[in-house]
Structures are given as C-alpha cells and as structure tokens.
C-alpha cells in the first residue's frame, strides 16, 4: 500500500500562484511516475501532469503547459506542482497519483488509469 497526502491548497486571485506538495509513504518502491489530476464539481477528472523519474520527463494538458510546472524528489517520493498565472477555470480539486509504469508517452502517463493510489485531494479556488 502507498498513502500519498497533499497540501498547498487555497483560495488565490486570478493571475496568483500556488504550490501543490504531494508526500508519498508506504510501499513505493514500484513507484516509477507521478501524476497530478485535477476534478471540478459536476465535470471528470482530468489530467493536469506527471513526471516519470527514471528520464525526468514531464507531461502536460494543454490547458497548463506554460503555466504550470511538475517537479520532484524521487529520492523523498516527493512531487510538487508549481502553478502560476491561474486562471478561475483551475479551480478544482487535485489530486496526485502513484504509476507503476515505468515506460510510456504521454498519453498512457494521462491516463488515469496508468496510476494505482491516489492522494485524498486538495482544493484549489481561483477567484476572478
């Protein structure tokens, strides 16, 4: 089992910035990516972006490419998301993700079904 806490949510205004942490503890030696998602009331989860330790790479939504940033410590199963210039339309809750996958492009790593635990989520409001 993997338990995964995050924090770093808030209330910010448009054109703010915020910092997600996600803490991973448990069984995570099989952990070989990490992902953020994101789900606002009465839409899907959706994917917002992971890192894949073995390469460092990093994967991105459209809707957050230039503005947010996944970064992290493989050696502490830490990863963080840095988002700036947010807009009213991330409010949402985010979430972070274990994968077992150790290969793959971006769209299996946006897949939510490629990540087997899940944080409990922390709320991101974006005031206009």
């Known amino acids: 089992q993997v338990q995964l806490v995050e924090s770093g949510g808030g209330l910010v205004q448009a054109g703010g910035s915020l910092r997600l942490s996600c803490a991973a503890s448990?069984?995570?030696?099989?952990?070989?990516?990490m992902g953020w998602f994101r789900q606002a009331p009465g839409k899907e989860r959706e994917f917002v972006a992971a890192?894949?330790?073995?390469?460092?790479?990093?994967y991105y939504a459209d809707s957050v490419k230039g503005r947010f940033t996944i970064s992290g410590d493989n050696a502490k199963n830490t990863v963080y998301l840095q988002m700036n210039d947010l807009k009213p339309e991330d409010t949402a809750s985010y979430y972070c993700?274990?994968?077992?996958?150790?290969?793959?492009?971006?769209?299996?790593?946006?897949?939510?079904?490629?990540?087997?635990?899940w944080g409990q989520g922390t709320q991101v409001t974006v005031s206009s």
């Open positions: 993700a274990t994968s077992p996958r150790a290969y793959g492009t971006r769209s299996a790593y946006s897949n939510d079904g490629s990540y087997n635990y």
């Open positions: 448990g069984r995570t030696f099989s952990t070989y990516a």
């Open positions: 890192i894949r330790w073995s390469v460092g790479s990093t």
